[in-house]
């Protein structure tokens, strides 16, 4: 009766499984166009970081 039961328990499981798949996403090309590099360029000065460290330390800050 365990068996069975366990049995009907992992099928139940695996059914359940396949019915959550996850919805296609459509492209928007017209919200990645606003993070070309031509656009970016014209916001950001400068994408260089330096850090700074902390003496004696393993952390550190920008």
Do not use: H
């Amino acid at each position: 009766m365990k068996r069975t039961f366990i049995l009907l328990l992992v099928l139940l499981c695996g059914i359940s499984a396949q019915g959550a798949r996850a919805p296609k996403v459509k492209p928007n090309y017209d919200l990645a166009s606003q993070f070309s590099a031509k656009r970016i360029s014209q916001m950001v000065f400068s994408t260089e970081l330096s850090p700074n460290w902390f003496r004696d330390s393993d952390k550190f800050w920008y």
